[in-house]
């Protein structure tokens, strides 16, 4: 976590390479704040919430990748060849510890705007996420925010896990809310890769684009696992290109990843995948 936590500062201390956005105001957002919600509303997510924590708990998410057993073998060093997958996609959903932050710099101001929006959970402190969705924000297409309570996802429009929170996502009609709550002693991370992963697969089922990058340990395998079960293509940084081969690993071994791609390649990859 302090290799993470010196990456974060490192990052949102730095300006930004072609600064796309004007700096926002302090307390300001680029989308509406949200809607407050009824006390049913809130039980509901919290219901979800429980549920996820439960389903999760027989997961170790930091477990070295390198100590699974899995019967697909060992695809370490393995770059696949990109090929489009044909599929529509309603989200992009991105997971990242270890070098996350300099990988997400990477990727996120080298894409257009995009007609869906994209989440990203990073292993951060709570201390760093604002300061980080600001910086790529500024340097961006997409409107970059930290993610709120309540927050309708819009087309266009990327969210950054708050540090130290978890993040899940509920439908609410024809739309989809995002929902944010208090770090618990039986989740290793906060904000925890598979929780926002799996409330992912309960809504958008196989409409998804998701993806691992680096990081230690094995955060995302199970959410991605979900997703994939259900027809969502998964997508895993490759060896060279990560700084920590520990979460993209345990995607790869475990046989759910679609494409093992290198980090300067993916932002292009997504434009190629959504025809952009």
Known sequence: ASATARQAATVAARAPVGARHAPLPMGTRSIPEPAAMTMLEKQKGEDLFNQIRKELQSINQGKPA?????????????????????????????????????????????????????????????????????????????????AKDGDILAP??????????????????????VRIFNKTPDL?????????????????GGKALAMILTGMGSDGCHGCKLLHDRGSVVWAQNEETSVVYGMPQAVVNTGIADQVIPLDKIAGCIRSEFKM
Do not use: W
């Open 188 to 204: 290793v991370y906060s904000p925890c890769v598979d929780v926002t992963f799996a409330s992912a697969a309960k809504i958008f």
């Open 66 to 146: 390198g100590a699974m057993k899995f019967s697909f073998g060992d695809h370490q060093g393995e770059t696949t060849n990109f090929r489009v997958s044909g599929k529509s996609h309603d989200i992009v959903l991105i997971g990242s510890s270890t070098g996350g932050p300099l990988a997400l710099r990477d990727i996120i101001p080298n894409l257009p705007r995009l007609n869906v929006p994209v989440l990203v959970v990073q292993h951060m402190p709570a201390s760093f996420t604002s300061t980080f969705a600001d910086r790529l924000h500024r340097a961006s297409e997409l409107e970059v925010v930290e």
């Open 156 to 177: 266009g429009v990327c969210y950054i896990a708050p540090g130290g929170m978890q993040m899940i996502l509920e439908r609410v009609g024809v739309k989809n809310r």
